[in-house]
């Protein structure tokens, strides 16, 4: 059958949509090991809706994007999701990344479009489904029927990874000591591994406990300030 045109006002699907790379480097610990096993094997045994929630930085949206991946998942972002058209959705996973921006009426829908075959719906949020405020009653029971799975700020082995990966990228060899002495220190999200790592980039030293000491602090050693 040949597809409609897409109605004004609505965004086609490219055929490929720009995701990460797959799981390598993902470290599966404590803090997001439930998520990791709800995703793992759906929705080849039912479809429908999902939610992986957590706090801002603890990887829920990375994990989502590996999913993504692995089932040829449509992946929206946010307010997006209203542009979308439905033929293009209908009989597919679709990936809805801060889903809590999304207007009642496009999240009825998409929800409602999970339920065909081959559909299924997962939804990235900080909070879970059943504990948003939305104005449908139809979309209220919706989401209070969606299973949600909840993942944790980052623990030590993930935080860990987070840092190492961070100074891979920059070619950045830290002493064996940083690492360990970071994660006692920093906010516990992929956000503060990024910045710490990007402010002792910015040095231009060796890494070293000494240097990653005064750049928490916010001198150069000599009390004058880095800003």
């Known amino acids: ?30 803090c997001n090991r439930a998520a990791v096993a709800a995703l ?18 603890c990887g829920k949206s990375r994990l989502a994007q590996i999913w993504a991946e692995r089932v040829g998942a449509v992946a929206l972002h946010g307010a997006e999701a209203a542009l979308i058209d439905p033929m293009e959705i209908e009989g597919r996973p679709v990936l809805l990344d801060r889903a809590k921006d999304v207007d009642d009426e496009t999240l009825f829908h998409l929800i409602n479009l999970a339920q065909a075959p081959g559909g299924a719906l997962l939804m990235v949020a900080r909070s879970a489904p059943s504990s948003w405020e939305v104005a449908l009653p139809d979309l ?84 004058e300030s880095f800003e």
């Open 40 to 57: 793992e094997d759906w929705p080849n045994l039912i479809g429908g809706a999902m939610a992986i929630c957590g706090p801002a930085g």
């Open 140 to 223: 209220r029971s919706r989401l209070d029927a969606v299973i949600s799975v909840p993942m944790e700020a980052p623990d030590d082995a993930v935080l860990a990874a987070m840092l190492d990966a961070r100074f891979a990228e920059r070619g950045i060899r830290p002493q064996k000591d940083v690492v360990p002495y970071l994660l006692r220190r920093i906010d516990r999200s992929a956000a503060a591994a990024e910045a710490v790592v990007e402010t002792l980039d910015a040095l231009h030293k060796p890494v070293t406990r000494a240097l990653a000491r005064e750049a928490l602090e916010g001198t150069d050693g000599s009390g």
């Open 1 to 30: 059958m040949t597809a409609r045109p897409s109605p004004p006002g609505q965004m086609r699907l490219p055929l490929q949509s720009d995701l990460p790379d797959g799981a390598e480097g993902f470290v599966v610990s404590d």
